[in-house]
């Protein structure tokens, strides 16, 4: 598995005008390919009168799925410019959608392709991307007494507490990156004199 990826920020449009057509890029976050297909068309119904709705995205931490379209445009000027931009960016797991609106003057090839590039480049630069850092599920469990100094202890100390349950005891989901696991078991040894246990899980992407 890739260590990380980038993807988009949030979900967002950016337009631009180049001799009077305009180009609206509309970006998102995309956990699936349905996902994408699923913003491409309601892309597609929020502007019902525009042109073209060309659209890319990359799928896969590892950018394994990649497809994009022209929807009209002389081929090779829209959806590729479009992906080749995210794939350049390093960004997976997205989808950008450029609607245009044509203003009566043709472009050529050449000016299509900086368009609809730039358009997707312009909007991550607006958008913002976040960086995705694969980590190791765990969880730890200790009593109620320990609990509250415990957690304190592990975000003062940079690690991420995804989720807090309360039951006969507390477990503390986190996660950690691979590197620091067996660092990690010594430190909650020594931090609460060997009365947690440490349960190891999955793997899974989070916010670096």
């Not at 950016?14 to 890029?25: D, G, M, P, T, V």
């Not at 956990?31 to 890319?56: K, M, S």
Request: with cysteine; charged share 25%.
């Amino acid at each position: 598995m890739q260590e990380q990826y980038r993807t988009v920020a949030r979900e967002g449009v950016h337009e631009i005008e180049i001799n009077k057509s305009r180009f609206l890029c509309a970006l998102a976050p995309a956990a699936t390919e349905e996902e994408a297909q699923g913003f491409i068309e309601r892309v597609r119904r929020e502007h019902p009168t525009a042109r073209h709705h060309c659209f890319a995205y990359v799928i896969g931490a590892d950018g394994g799925v990649q497809k994009a379209s022209d929807d009209g445009e002389p081929g090779g000027t829209a959806g590729v410019p479009m992906l080749q931009m995210l794939l350049r960016r390093e960004i997976r797991y997205a989808v950008a959608v450029v609607t245009r609106y044509f203003g009566g003057v043709k472009l050529g090839a050449g000016g299509l392709i900086r368009a609809y590039g730039g358009a997707v480049g312009e909007a991550l630069d607006t958008l913002g991307t976040v960086t995705r850092q694969r980590f190791r599920l765990a969880t730890v469990v200790v009593d109620h007494q320990r609990a509250g100094r415990l957690e304190n202890d592990l975000r003062a100390t940079g690690r991420t507490v995804r989720d807090v349950g309360y039951g006969a005891d507390v477990r503390i989901e986190i996660g950690l990156p691979e590197a620091d696991i067996e660092p990690f078991r010594a430190w909650l040894a020594n931090t609460t004199a060997g009365t947690a246990r440490f349960e190891l899980g999955g793997e899974a992407y989070m916010d670096a």
